[in-house]
């Protein structure tokens, strides 16, 4: 290529920025996390009891059941997407975990009753959960169904199920039963590991991976492109449907696994588990600066607007806040971040009209 | 030709309608205008050039209420005015068709002609008045197109040619128009022209702007350059001739684009072949009727047509997106059948499509990330994207190709659209194709990029790649082309070699009138 010879022409300053400017931007962009802080430094000044070792434990670890949702919630969101089935796919498998551990899986013809151990458990559930995912990718993708259509019906779909997989009862007491080998059901809600709770763990493993995915796999960055703009995506060589199958079913499988964890934590699953959640899941997205039109956004701020809420909610209890205060002022929040996003695009799209 | 000197001695008798006095515009950064005069005649054409960035769109709108100067002011009719609103502007007589289409394509031709200023009789919208009105605007532009049809169903020409019915039906005393005929075949662009004439004698003042310099020596009355936000130049179009014009814009000779002396081997197998491509057209009829056609390794072949002859369908075939069609397609001896856009790719055929923005770029990516789209499989190592080897890739195209950027991350809407172009093409030329496509690469760029893309074209050429390109610029087919084939209502109605080109036939086989006040294209055409 280097043959090819072009008029030489030094290359202008193409809107050249002042560096006051980018350092705007760039405050702009990490408003989360400076609202993050900003919060801490808040409660931690309100009350003693917020900043302590013990309370930023449960606090991490109430975050992190809506944060695993939101990481998957992500994806489908950077593709232009939405996934209103997240919540349903809480309680679903967590009914389908107390189903396999209470009840084992019936076979007729033989008679038997099949027991699983829990790391089968787990995996089985999680499968469900990507199934779940399946079919609203295959929704979304084979019938055209707008996705938020197609996930509203799954969220009906999915709690049903879980519902009648008990008859709208509760699956109690899921410790297990020594002689099926199937005990040890609550470590993964309870448990730690170097002092830490399982849960947490479980967290950041699942954002590294997906930030992974996003930041640095071909994969990821096929997201960002059928988000941003679906048929230049498709011209390119990407296979938009595979990209979007794909999305919905790590989403599936993030909810199977927040499902899990409620179920543990509960040692109980209950039919109504991770109603509206679903809303959190989006609302932490929204938070972390990604745009719900698609192509823009990463999973460190998603994280961060788990967080926020997480703070937010933690904190407010801490002060004695009414419950009904809360809801008011998690949703002021929401509002002022969606707000600020699009303050966001609108000062960029003038950035880039800059020249003339 | 004389150059011209003095400005005031040529334009006694015009009268000025608009006066804009030392305009200047900052943005955070740059100077997007400088001190900028700028005057309107009425019942003239006012002629407005220069590169992109030159600060055009800018003085616009300004112009047209849309932004406000720093500093410098406004006298329109002598008495200063401030518009703080495109409705103030607009009720001032000054109406605007912008370079980027603002239709709603959701929505009939009718109802976004009248869109916001609806007719209505006690509340209720009056649609066959509407439409009636919309059908004689349609008349005038002579496109026959129904006015209840969706702007959505309507081709980028058709969709510019509502605009312009949009700014008819408004009455406006001063009309801009930026870029209005870039999508416009040679036929709507004379209809066009004849408008213009009409709003002319109408005592409308016309601010024209376009970077095809010929058209604008033809229907221009007082040309006005802008370079780098900075007034380059004013004078009456008669005295002045099209490398003059170039010279002032760009500061420098621009080179046209030279004709490589051919390369290709006919001996050689043709590295694509198509036979008998048929594609029916919804409804009734053919998009595509028996289109053959054969590509040789280093040739540059060019698919010359009015919009809707089918041109963009034919690329889309060879993408793919038509599994509908009939007919053979071989690409170097193997028959593509059922491939998806990415094994085409991968066999060695890539497009660059006609509209950048909606199917070439993803604007919500960096210049970076949108050269390597096509090609991120080629980039892993394990199973995640080199940095490395993709920063390479990037930088190695940014230079090959001269893209204008200050840095690979920077934001691809920040780019002139020259420079996205690049982009668009860059990502193509990185998966290596054999088969290279360009749908109008052209379009909506200035002079300069335009003899640089052509440029790079013919250097892929010389490397052996076989390039096909579609241009509804008949200037355009007398540069880099070693062969032309003409294509009319979907056959192909005309094919020549470079030697055998003449303005008549090509015109005559596209099936449009010839244009007989159209100069001769030479030299300087870019």
Redesign the interface.
């Known amino acids: 290529?280097?043959?090819?010879?072009?008029?030489a022409?030094p290359?202008?300053?193409?809107?050249?920025?002042?560096f006051g400017?980018s350092l705007g931007v760039l405050l702009f962009r990490l408003r989360a996390l400076i609202a993050l802080f900003v919060l801490i430094g808040v409660f931690s000044l309100l009350t003693p009891a917020f900043f302590t070792q013990q309370n930023l434990i449960i606090l991490v670890g109430q975050t992190a059941i809506n944060a695993i949702m939101a990481v998957g919630m992500t994806f489908v969101i950077l593709t232009g997407g939405i996934d209103l089935s997240v919540g349903s796919i809480v309680g679903f498998s967590a009914m389908m975990s107390g189903l396999l551990i209470n009840r084992g899986v019936e076979i007729p013809p033989l008679g038997v009753v099949l027991y699983f151990n829990i790391p089968m458990v787990i995996v089985l559930c999680l499968f469900l959960g990507v199934l779940v995912g399946a079919f609203n990718g295959i929704l979304i993708t084979r019938f055209n169904v707008a996705p938020f259509i197609a996930t509203l019906g799954t969220l009906y779909v999915a709690r049903g199920a879980a519902q009648l997989s008990n008859d709208g009862a509760t699956f109690p007491n899921l410790v297990g039963n020594p002689e099926l080998g199937n005990t040890g059901f609550p470590i993964l809600g309870a448990g730690s590991v170097l002092g830490i709770p399982i849960v947490i763990w479980i967290m950041v493993i699942f954002a590294a991976v997906a930030a992974?995915i996003a930041g640095?796999?071909?994969f990821g960055?096929?997201v960002?492109?059928v988000?941003?703009?679906e048929?230049?995506?498709?011209?390119?060589?990407?296979?938009v449907n595979r990209i979007k199958m794909s999305v919905y079913m790590m989403c599936g499988l993030c909810a199977a696994m927040t499902g899990l964890i409620t179920a543990s934590q509960l040692v109980a699953a209950h039919p109504a588990v991770g109603e509206s959640y679903e809303l959190n899941a989006i609302a932490a997205v929204v938070l972390g600066g990604t745009?719900l039109a698609g192509?823009?956004g990463t999973m460190w701020g998603t994280i961060v607007g788990a967080l926020v809420i997480g703070v937010l909610t933690n904190g407010l209890v801490l002060l004695g806040v009414q419950e009904f205060w809360k809801k008011v002022i998690t949703g002021l929040v929401i509002i002022l971040a969606v707000v600020l996003d699009q303050l966001q695009e609108r000062f960029?799209?003038?950035?880039?009209l800059?020249?003339? | 030709m004389t150059k011209p000197t003095d400005l005031e001695t040529s334009v006694n008798g015009a009268e000025s309608v608009l006066v804009a006095e030392k305009i200047t515009k900052r943005f955070p950064g740059t100077i997007a205008l400088d001190g900028v005069d700028f005057t309107v005649y009425a019942g003239a054409v006012n002629v407005l050039i220069g590169e992109n960035g030159a600060g055009k769109s800018t003085l616009m709108k300004i112009l047209a209420g849309v932004d406000r100067p720093t500093s410098g002011r406004l006298l329109l009719k002598g008495v200063p005015v401030e518009f703080k609103s495109t409705r103030e502007a607009a009720q001032a007589g000054i109406g605007i068709i912008f370079q980027e289409l603002n239709l709603y394509p959701n929505l009939s031709i009718s109802e976004n002609i009248f869109v916001a200023r609806e007719l209505t009789r006690n509340g209720v919208v009056q649609h066959r008045q509407q439409e009636q009105i919309t059908a004689e605007l349609l008349q005038r532009l002579e496109q026959p197109l129904k006015p209840g049809t969706l702007v959505r169903d309507l081709r980028m020409g058709q969709q510019q040619i509502v605009e312009i019915a949009k700014a008819l039906s408004q009455n406006v005393r001063i009309l801009i128009m930026d870029e209005p005929t870039s999508a416009l075949t040679s036929a709507e662009t004379e209809a066009l022209f004849r408008i213009i004439t009409d709003l002319k004698a109408n005592g409308v003042a016309i601010i024209y702007i376009s970077h095809k310099l010929e058209e604008l020596l033809r229907i221009g009355d007082y040309v006005t350059i802008l370079r780098d936000g900075k007034l380059a130049a004013a004078a009456p179009a008669r005295s002045i001739t099209v490398p003059w014009m170039i010279e002032k814009m760009v500061g420098r000779n621009v080179n046209a684009p030279r004709h490589r002396s051919s390369t290709v081997s006919k001996e050689d197998s043709p590295v694509l072949e198509i036979k008998n491509l048929t594609l029916p057209r919804v409804g009734s009829g053919f998009t595509l009727e028996n289109v053959s056609l054969t590509l040789h390794r280093g040739e540059i072949l060019a698919v010359f047509g009015l919009m809707g002859a089918g041109r963009t369908e034919l690329f889309e075939c060879l993408m793919g997106l038509h599994p509908e069609a009939s007919g053979e397609i071989w690409l170097n001896g193997r028959q593509l059948r059922n491939e998806t856009v990415r094994e085409r790719i991968e066999l060695g055929v890539m497009l660059v499509p006609e509209d950048r923005q909606r199917l070439g770029l993803v604007q919500k990516l960096s210049v970076a990330q949108n050269i390597t789209l096509a090609n991120l499989n080629r980039l892993v190592t394990w199973f995640w994207l080199s940095d490395r080897r993709e920063a390479e890739e990037i930088n190695r195209m940014i230079r090959s190709l001269a893209i204008k950027t200050h840095s690979p991350k920077q934001a691809i809407t920040a780019l002139s659209g020259g420079n996205q172009q690049k982009v668009v093409i860059a990502k193509s030329l990185l998966t290596q194709p054999q088969v290279l496509m360009l749908d109008e690469p052209t379009r909506g760029i200035d002079v300069g990029a335009k003899a640089e893309i052509f440029e790079i074209m013919n250097g892929l050429a010389e490397k052996g790649m076989a390039v096909l390109f579609v241009s509804s610029e008949l200037p355009e087919m007398f540069t880099i082309p070693d062969r032309v084939i003409v294509l009319s209502k979907g056959k192909i109605t005309g094919e020549f070699l470079h030697d055998e080109l003449s303005e008549e036939t090509l015109v005559l086989a596209a099936g449009a009138r010839p244009q007989t006040e159209h100069p001769v294209p030479a030299a300087q055409t870019s």
């Open positions: 290529m280097s043959a090819i010879a072009s008029p022409t290359t202008p300053p193409v809107g050249s920025k002042a400017l992974f640095k796999t071909p960055r096929q960002y492109a988000g941003g703009n048929r230049a995506a498709e011209l390119s060589g990407i296979y745009s192509g823009r960029q799209q003038r950035l880039a800059k020249r003339a």
